[in-house]
């Protein structure tokens, strides 16, 4: 889910007007620059701010690692005795 906000937010970063110039005067080498500057902008802060603004955490996966929820599952999974290589 993050790299689709990310991908959305660069997204919303191109610049339309001038690639729609581009596009219409046939200039590919242009329209790919005017791509490549929103797609290389670095969109964190604005995805942070956004995770705060709703709620979310600022980094989830600190906040994932910090809540220790890995290793409270782990000691609630039964062990399962293996009998084998797993193929039957």
Do not use: C, H, W
């Not at 942070?48 to 609630?76: F, H, N, Q, S």
């Amino acid at each position: 889910a993050v790299e689709v906000q990310r991908a959305y937010a660069q997204a919303l970063l191109v610049d339309r007007k001038a690639l729609e110039g581009f596009q219409e005067a046939n200039d590919a080498l242009m329209a790919t620059q005017t791509l490549k500057a929103a797609y290389r902008t670095d969109v964190e802060p604005i995805l942070a701010m956004a995770r705060l603004r709703t709620g979310g955490a600022i980094d989830p996966v600190a906040a994932y690692r910090e809540a220790g929820y890995r290793a409270k599952v782990a000691a609630e999974r039964p062990a399962v005795a293996s009998g084998g290589g797993g193929i039957v």
